[in-house]
């Protein structure tokens, strides 16, 4: 069945550590996203990617880094200059290219980072 | 920039009573409109959309929503809730044209049905 994988379920990271969470779709779907789900805050979107080798950042980007080498990749780096990086992280992709918003996204099952 | 506002936070009903959630959204120009449900151990999948035509639009499990465009609005309902309706309810807006089919969504409501 098609859908997308993230992994791992859960993380852990020290203090002044990178993690990369990954996010692998095979919907052939050309859009993805990174939400982080904090509890009472709904979902906020940290980076986006319309198309390979494209990305940009949404609204909570800073403290994260994202990569899109492959259409079913989309990795997602927390750094360290994240000041508050403990949170639920959702990968989501819809099919199409532009800006015409027809779809709804279809979600991974997420990763749960905590900070140690 | 588009807000989505769910005004209810927490919602407990008893098995066969009705719903409704409500959702506005604050965007002048044209939009799509989009519930998604978070069962207990499940990811978030898509409950039903609104693009075009017809504002009452039904979704999977007996849902179904009404777009008011006067009104903002986009509350989601159901005749009689059961107990496995018990999730987390998420209202989302994409603003066409200008935002890339990126969603904002609201802080979420969650659903208790008590058997």
């Known amino acids: 069945d098609g859908g997308i994988t993230q992994s791992p379920k859960y993380l852990f990271r020290k203090e002044g550590q990178n993690v990369t969470l990954s996010c692998e779709q095979n919907?052939?779907?050309?859009?993805m996203y990174w939400y982080r789900q904090d509890p009472g805050q709904g979902l906020r979107l940290i980076y986006y990617?319309?198309?390979?080798?494209?990305?940009q950042k949404g609204d909570i980007a800073e403290g994260y880094s994202v990569s899109r080498e492959k259409k079913e990749s989309f990795p997602l780096t927390v750094t360290s200059a994240q000041k508050n990086p403990t949170a639920f992280y959702l990968c989501?992709?819809?099919?199409?290219?532009?800006?015409?918003?027809?779809?709804?996204?279809?979600f991974g099952s997420g990763t749960r980072l905590t900070v140690v | 920039a588009q807000s989505v506002s769910q005004h209810n936070h927490h919602v407990i009903l008893s098995e066969a009573a009705s719903l409704e959630l409500g959702c506005n959204y604050s965007y002048g120009g044209t939009v799509n409109l989009f519930w998604y449900v978070q069962y207990p151990g499940q990811h978030l999948q898509l409950l039903l959309k609104?693009?075009?035509?017809?504002?009452l639009v039904k979704g999977i499990k007996g849902f179904e929503a009404e777009f008011i465009k006067s009104k903002f609005s986009f509350n989601l309902r159901k005749p009689s809730v059961q107990w496995s309706d018990t999730a987390e309810y998420f209202c989302a807006v994409n603003a066409l044209w200008t935002n890339a089919g990126k969603s904002t969504f609201g802080d979420g409501t969650t659903l208790t049905v008590k058997p």
């Open positions: 990617s319309q198309i390979v080798n494209d990305f």
């Open positions: 989501a992709s819809r099919p199409g290219q532009g800006e015409t918003g027809n779809y709804g996204y279809t």
């Open positions: 919907l052939n779907h050309d859009a």
């Open positions: 609104y693009f075009s035509g017809d504002p």
